[in-house]
């Protein structure tokens, strides 16, 4: 098992190019498996979810040709026979579960254990189900895993108990080769979704409304194949830019969706750094001292749950206080306890994390929770005074690609060794 050591107090400078956007390239990797032919999709990341969802793909039948350091990867779905998701593959992945969709549509069965992933929180999949019977599905639960039936998918209308990125995910794909007409209501609006139907559509769907919280979709018989680019990702974007400001740095993060990240833009704003924004690039200078402010998480266009940790760590080392609720996943404060062992103050009450600000962290051993509490810990420890060991750091590799490779190239003192 890997840990990163990180020798903080080090203001960085330079240049950062940002990777694909991993919780677009999983969703677009399943809706491969609608395709009658094969796919070539560029702007990849090499993450650990991709490489299990290339696993799974395999395991159902597809050929799969990955090239992590072009960000390439081939599928060829003619080969899909097989319809079970297996639990050693699903159970370290949430994502997983969006093969769900695309097998009915396709094979008209499935078989997905209950999936795995991060522990923030419950995310129950009970509103994929739900739209998916609507949609003529018979389903029930068996030994862990989802056994799901139908002739064809039909065209409905479902309205969603609230905005789920998945569950709006799930159901597109299913419906883009349902009969009729289907209209998800208060859908979810994420760049991530919307990168979905646009590649959706480069296969011959038909779909209008993405981006919005009513999406149409009128089933076809059949999807084809092409080349497709993944957008970059944001949240990675966004990380960045946090650890050049609480380095008290001046980077630019390269090749980023700058469309996609007012929300993230407004707050360190508001924090008092400066910020410039070109076509795809950002630049960032926190050289001068920043504050704390009260952030909200939001479904897009809000605040970001999946930033709310990297702010946190932020607002440690900022003057005056403020607070984060958390309104998306009952169980996201994981990093707080680990924060607290380098200096920080927090306290935590429900869903809301008060942050009194101006600590001066030290480093320590701290061990990672989950995918984004991990991220703040390394940025905590760019901070921090001495030396900080981050553990259990696999849950890093999910989400974000070579990340000490991408802080040492502008001046970090961080590496990567075996426990």
Known sequence: M???????????????????????????????????????????PDLRDIITTCRLLEVLGCEVNFSPLEGRCEIYPAGLAETHAPYDLVRTMRASILCLGPLLAKKGRAKVALPGGCAIGLRPVD?????????????????????????????????????????????????????????????????EIVDLANFLISCGARIQGHGT?????????????????????????????????????????????????????EKLREMGAHIEVGEKDIFIDATSPLE???????????????????????????SG????KETIFENRFMQALELMRLGA??????????IKGGARLK???????????????VLAGLAAEGRTIVRRVYHLDRGYERMEKKLSGVGARIWREKE
């Not at 103050?345 to 008060?354: C, L, Q, R, S, Y």
């Not at 480093?363 to 810990?377: F, K, N």
């Open 321 to 324: 206080s403020g607070f984060i």
């Open 213 to 265: 919280s009513v999406i149409t979709i009128e089933g076809v018989d059949e999807l084809k194949g092409g080349i497709y680019s993944i957008i970059s990702d944001r949240i990675e974007a966004g990380t960045y830019l946090v650890a050049g400001a609480i380095s008290g740095g001046r980077i630019t993060v390269k090749n980023a969706p700058v469309w996609a990240m007012d929300a993230i833009l």
């Open 127 to 191: 509103l994929h189900l739900k739209g998916l019977k609507k949609m003529g599905a018979e389903i029930e639960l068996e030994e862990g895993y989802i056994v799901a039936r139908c002739s064809r998918l039909k065209g409905t209308r479902i309205t969603f108990d609230f905005p789920t990125v998945g569950g709006t995910e799930n159901l597109l794909m299913a419906a883009s080769m349902a009969r009729g007409e289907t209209i998800l209501e208060n859908a979810a609006r994420e760049p």
């Open 363 to 377: 480093g320590a051993p701290v061990m990672a929770s989950d995918l984004r509490a991990s991220a703040s810990l």
């Open 345 to 354: 103050d927090i306290k935590i009450t429900g869903d809301t994390a008060v």
């Open 292 to 318: 704390c402010v009260d952030i909200t998480t939001q479904p897009y266009p809000g605040f970001p749950t999946d930033m709310q940790a990297q702010f946190m760590a932020l607002m440690c080392i900022s």
């Open 2 to 44: 890997d840990r990163l050591v990180i020798e903080g107090r080090v203001p960085l400078c330079g240049e950062i190019s940002i990777s694909g956007a991993k919780n677009a390239a999983l969703p677009i990797m399943f809706a491969s498996l609608l395709l009658s032919e094969g796919v070539t999709l560029l702007n990849v």
